[in-house]
Antibody, heavy 121, light 107 residues
């Protein structure tokens, strides 16, 4: 089955760190660009970070630049998001997503189920 | 960042209705516009990419149009499973941004 499964969410104190993981299966992970997106009731959907298939290109949203680090391990079919200096406003459901292949835009054609991150103040 | 504004924020409709959602970008994004559907407790699902291309497996009652700054998502005849929240997203320039969503509720 083609799927993405996130893990690593939980409760963390303000200023703390958390590492999210996304396990890919059912497709050739190394061929796809990937992203992290989060969702909160207040701010809706927010794209956070992009990594190309070979990790040669990485982008971050300004809201997480310098605090979050995206990485991937194509040998392990795994995507990660290291989150440091967490703030209350980072509380959200975090999704990993796959870019639609063959399109020079960045539509997300596959999403994980999401993992909840709660930052306590 | 490019701002995406959807209208309306919510609408009430009945099964069989034709529904149109508008998405406006704060600057021209060519046709780098995607549409998603999200149901409660689920991840978003890609419906339309590149403004007007139907994603594989999506029913043909969904269609998209537009270019530049103004875009529309149309559901030609609403079905019960279409009651959900719809989001547009621009992928013209990183950082990619989403609209605030349009919730379709049952009248």
């Amino acid at each position: 089955e083609v799927q993405l499964v996130e893990s690593g969410g939980g409760l963390v104190q303000r200023g703390g760190s958390l590492r999210l993981s996304c396990a890919a299966s059912g497709f050739i992970f190394s061929s796809f660009d990937m992203n992290w997106v989060r969702q909160t009731p207040g701010k809706g959907l927010e794209w956070l970070s992009y990594i190309s298939s070979t990790s040669s290109i990485i982008y971050y949203a300004d809201s997480v630049k310098g605090r979050f680090t995206i990485s991937r391990d194509n040998a392990k079919n795994s995507l990660s998001l290291q989150m440091n200096s967490l703030r209350a406003e980072d509380t959200a459901v975090y999704f990993c997503t796959r870019d639609l292949i063959g399109y020079d835009g960045d539509a997300f054609d596959l999403w994980g189920q999401g993992t909840m991150v709660t930052v306590s103040s | 960042d490019i701002q995406m504004t959807q209208s309306p924020s919510s609408l009430s409709a009945s099964v069989g209705d034709r529904v149109t959602i508008i998405c406006r970008a704060s600057q021209s994004i060519s046709t780098y516009l995607e549409w998603y559907q999200q149901k409660p407790g689920k991840a978003p699902k890609l419906l339309i990419y590149a403004a007007s291309f139907l994603q594989s497996g999506v029913p043909s009652r969904f269609s998209g149009s537009g270019s530049g700054t103004d875009f529309t998502l149309t559901i030609s005849s609403l079905r019960p499973e279409d009651f959900a929240t719809y989001y547009c997203q621009q992928t013209y320039r990183a950082s990619w941004t989403f609209g605030q969503g349009t919730k379709i509720e049952m009248k």
